[in-house]
Every structure is written in C-alpha cells, then in structure tokens.
Nanobody, 126 residues
Framework: QVQLVESGGGLVQAGGSLRLSCAAS????????MGWFRQAPGKERELVAF????????YSANSVKGRFTISKDNAKNTVYLQMNSLKPEDTAVYYC???????????????????WGQGTQVTVSS
C-alpha cells in the first residue's frame, strides 16, 4: 500500500507564492509518474502537472505554465509544486497522485493514477 500526504496549502493574496509538498510512503511505492491535480468548487478535477519519477521529464497545463513548477526529491520520496504569481482562479483543493507505467496518454487524466493524497486547500484572495 502507498500513502501520499500533501502539505503546504493555505490562504495567499493574488500574486503570492506557495510551495506544496507530497510525501510518499509504503513498501510498494515505485511510481512511474507523480502528478498534481486540482479541483475547484463545482468543477471537475484537472491535471496541473506531472513528472517522470526516474527521468525527471515534466508536463504542465497551459493554465499554469510559466507560473508553477513541479519537482521531486527521490531520496525523500517527495514531489513538490512551486506555485508563483497565484491568481484567484487557482483556488482549489490540490491533490498529488502516483501512477504506474501505463499508456502515456492516461497521465493527462486521473484515470492513469492509482494512489491519491487527501488533498490540501489553496485559496487565493483578490
């Protein structure tokens, strides 16, 4: 079993920054990809970014490109999401998730991920 625990959420003014962390544990933790998703009230969960766990290749959604950066520390089994220039529309619950090796197209949707954290709230005030 794999446990993912997010931290670092909170309330910030527009233009500010936050850094989310996701710490993984469990003897079977061997992801191929780690991702960050978010879900705003009344909206579907959407992919924010993902990172290849071994190679480090990354993908970021157009809505956050240039503002958010995903990174990892393999030794600590931790993935990060540095969020800069935050906007009110970034307000959401942010989830990290891990994915095994699968069809690459599935990493762009939540269908490709098998373990999820409990989520951390990010609120950006205008």
């Amino acid at each position: 079993q794999v446990q993912l625990v997010e931290s670092g959420g909170g309330l910030v003014q527009a233009g500010g920054s936050l850094r989310l962390s996701c710490a993984a544990s469990g003897r079977t933790f061997r992801p191929y990809v780690m991702g960050w998703f978010r879900q705003a009230p009344g909206k579907e969960r959407e992919l924010v970014a993902f990172i290849n766990w071994s190679g480090g290749n990354t993908y970021s959604a157009n809505s956050v490109k240039g503002r958010f950066t995903i990174s990892k520390d393999n030794a600590k089994n931790t993935v990060y999401l540095q969020m800069n220039s935050l906007k009110p529309e970034d307000t959401a619950v942010y989830y990290c998730a891990s994915a095994p090796r699968t069809l690459y197209s599935l990493y762009y949707t939540d269908a490709g991920y098998d373990y999820w954290g409990q989520g951390t709230q990010v609120t950006v005030s205008s």
